[in-house]
T-cell receptor
Framework: GENVEQHPSTLSVQEGDSAVIKCTYS??????FPWYKQELGKRPQLIID?????GEKKDQRIAVTLNKTAKHFSLHITETQPEDSAVYFC???????????FGTGTRLTIIP | ETGVTQSPTHLIKTRGQQVTLRCSSQ?????VSWYQQALGQGPQFIFQ???????GRGNFPPRFSGLQFPNYSSELNVNALELDDSALYLC??????????????FGPGTRLTVL
């Protein structure tokens, strides 16, 4: 089955700097790669997703890149703000409505 | 916020007991997936329900079972509770349609503690 690895497990950046979180996946059949943000005690919230027919997607300060050949994808957050502090999870699935396999999470701390 | 709701928010049970958790899917969605999230870990897929039938299952024993109702809401039942079942249980709803794919949106979760 699919296996998703995520790095780093913790990340601290100065406010205003950029943050990058990387994930690799094992199943070349996977086509859908979402990123979720989870604040303490709250639900995972979808922040951006990308499908295999696209190499990059951007939404304001957040971007995701996908390299299908290398089987890795990354989350980029620019101009970080204190409210970006949370745990971020990457995930992979065949299609968006099928089983999601999650990474182990990255705890992002923005230092004011 | 998504339109996915779950009840109860918190639950405390003892080993050996049984528990039922409930999920109401977002309007327009026909599929519900359940995930278990242990402390400090990513969510793990338990199973998915579509048209009132199980439509995929993760590596969870048969004492984890579910139902989906005609209004697409769903229940997760866990029998013979064990200490390791203590976790946040999340449901996610999505639309399974022939013409394409859709995203899963999570509910707020039920925090289950087994003593």
């Amino acid at each position: 089955g699919e296996n998703v690895e995520q790095h780093p497990s913790t990340l601290s950046v100065q406010e205003g700097d950029s943050a990058v979180i990387k994930c690799t996946y094992s199943d070349s059949a996977s086509n859908y790669f979402p990123w979720y943000k989870q604040e303490l005690g709250k639900r995972p919230q979808l922040i951006i997703d990308i499908r295999s027919n696209v190499g990059e997607k951007k939404d304001q300060r957040i971007a995701v890149t996908l390299n299908k050949t290398a089987k890795h994808f990354s989350l980029h957050i620019t101009e970080t703000q204190p409210e970006d502090s949370a745990v971020y999870f990457c995930a992979a699935s065949l299609f968006g409505n099928e089983k999601l396999t999650f990474g182990t999470g990255t705890r992002l701390t923005i230092i004011p | 916020e998504t339109g996915v709701t779950q009840s109860p928010t918190h639950l405390i049970k003892t080993r050996g007991q049984q528990v039922t958790l409930r999920c109401s899917s977002q309007s327009g969605h026909n599929t519900v997936s359940w995930y278990q999230q242990a402390l400090g870990q990513g969510p793990q897929f338990i199973f998915q329900y579509y048209r009132e039938e199980e439509n995929g299952r993760g590596n969870f024993p048969p004492r984890f079972s579910g139902l989906q109702f005609p209004n697409y809401s769903s229940e997760l039942n866990v029998n013979a509770l064990e200490l390791d079942d203590s976790a946040l249980y999340l449901c996610a709803s999505s639309l399974l349609a022939a013409q394409g794919t859709d995203t899963q949106y999570f509910g707020p979760g039920t925090r289950l503690t087994v003593l």
